[in-house]
């Protein structure tokens, strides 16, 4: 006959334990149900006795222990530094919040409010919340069109000097901080007066203008580069400074397709590129000769150069090809030698962060070298390299080993558009393809180009005065 498993019964004591712990957790899960849904009791005092985080910025999560705060989100409002919180929660011993942007000042003030929403009472804590500035993306200058039709361009004062298209290369004047000149391809130049807060057009004559450079010598006159399609024809120019870079002379060589050029900041001998020829070339001042640097690894490619603050290397932005290449300076014969690839793949676009070849990028353009306060006590390159993923509408970070990372951009689902406000979740480009940096100011502008307008990289200013809460 065959036998028949049996669940052995549980020993009377056991039954006993059991009973006894279900009965015990039954009473304390009612005994916390019931201190979640007490109300506001108004014969009773709102304590507050504690919060965490003690500092953090806008977007953090703030929780206030205490007691008699209620239940009611509709009737709780919490003013940190001045400004009014998001309540996203309530029990009668805590409160959750999150902080809002500029709450620079700290204070926390606890408010329960009857069905009017007037105030019955308010509380304050002891301590000051640290409040952090976070960077934040902006809209600096030129109007938003969400009708493109109704684009409009103009010369104007900040707040009223129409849209910019086709934003290609930013560049400061390094004898003035307060003008800021950019390139457009097909479309008009401009420079940007901080001091007059005025946008003007800066008139080249050329169809067509790629990047803006300046010469090391004394002057420092400014370098346009013509992107023609003529092998006759010059590609670089000089603006002289002395004629507020309106009269230009021509550097006596004819070049194709100029994307980029780069002045090394030591010796002072201008880099340029060539799109068909695909071949980076190096023109010595001094004597007037053009020769061959050094060919890239690809022909009919747009190339741009952004060289390092020392000059001891170089970056090339391959565009069409997705991949940023390296190359290094060699002193003892002025030049630069043969590039190796330092983040991305040739022909591989798409979008990841990683260090070298598996990192990916989609058509990258403009980027700036940025000092890192982080480095100092490591030694070694000082510096960090911003720049525009275009198609990935985004800014990223590479260091100096190579480590990509996204900065700013791509929103809350990686697509394009226009959003201002955290760097990472909020914040969205289309097609950024120019970026400058502040030192003075520690803050970027990008040039927003699929927006038609700057946005500006900056901490939180605390120029606006502190809003009333009653």
Not at 178 to 188: C, E, V
Not at 383 to 398: G, L, P, Q, T, V
Request: contains cysteine.
């Amino acid at each position: 006959m065959e036998k028949k498993n049996r669940i052995k019964p549980i020993s009377w004591p056991i039954q006993v334990i059991i009973i006894l712990l279900t009965t015990l957790c039954f009473i304390q899960c009612k005994e916390d149900s019931d201190k979640q849904t007490i109300g506001f009791d108004p014969s009773k005092q709102v304590v507050i006795t504690d919060f965490y985080p003690k500092e953090g910025g806008v977007g953090s999560k703030l929780i206030l222990y205490g007691e008699n705060f209620g239940n009611d989100i509709s009737k709780t409002k919490v003013v940190i530094g001045g400004k009014v919180a998001k309540v996203v929660g309530v029990q009668n011993n805590s409160v959750y919040c999150v902080i809002p942007e500029k709450a620079y000042a700290g204070d926390i003030r606890v408010s329960i409010l009857d069905d009017e929403g007037k105030e019955l009472v308010n509380v304050e804590t002891k301590e000051r919340f640290e409040y952090t500035k976070k960077l934040l993306v902006s809209t600096f200058l030129g109007k938003y069109y969400e009708v493109g039709s109704n684009f409009e361009e103009k010369e104007g004062p900040f707040n009223d000097c129409g849209a910019f298209k086709g934003m290609l290369w930013f560049s400061f004047d390094p004898k003035n901080s307060n003008h800021l000149y950019f390139s457009a391809d097909y479309n008009s130049a401009r420079l940007i007066d901080f001091e007059k807060q005025y946008v003007s057009y800066f008139r080249t004559g050329f169809d067509r203008v790629s990047v803006l450079n300046w010469r090391l010598d004394a002057n420092q006159d400014m370098i346009v580069s013509h992107n023609q399609s003529s092998d006759t024809r010059y590609g670089n120019y000089l603006f002289s400074r002395e004629s507020k870079f309106i009269q230009n002379n021509p550097i006596p060589v004819y070049a194709r397709g100029v994307n980029g050029t780069i002045i090394h900041p030591q010796n002072g001998e201008l880099y340029y590129s060539r799109f068909r020829a695909g071949d980076i070339r190096r023109y010595d001042f001094a004597t007037g000769e053009d020769k061959l640097a050094f060919p890239n690894p690809y022909s009919a490619v747009a190339i741009y150069m952004v060289v390092h603050p020392s000059g001891d290397y170089a970056y090339l932005i391959q565009y069409d090809r997705h991949f940023i290449m390296r190359t290094d300076y060699d002193y003892a014969r002025k030049t630069f030698t043969t590039p190796y690839t330092i983040a991305g793949a040739a022909g591989s676009s798409g979008y990841a962060d990683g260090v070298g070849t598996n990192a990916r990028l989609n058509n990258p353009v403009q980027g700036v070298f940025v000092k890192n306060p982080d480095y100092e006590q490591n030694g070694g390159d000082q510096y960090d390299f911003y720049f525009c993923d275009k198609e990935n509408h985004a800014i990223r970070r590479m260091t100096p080993q190579g480590r990509i990372s996204t900065f700013a951009g791509r929103g809350n689902n990686g697509t394009s558009g226009y959003a201002d406000g955290d760097l990472r979740t909020e914040a969205r480009f289309k097609q950024p393809q120019a970026i400058a940096y502040d030192e003075a100011k520690e803050c970027f502008y990008i040039g927003d180009t699929g927006n038609w307008i700057i946005r500006k990289i900056a901490k939180e200013e605390e120029e606006e005065a502190v809003e009333t809460t009653n």
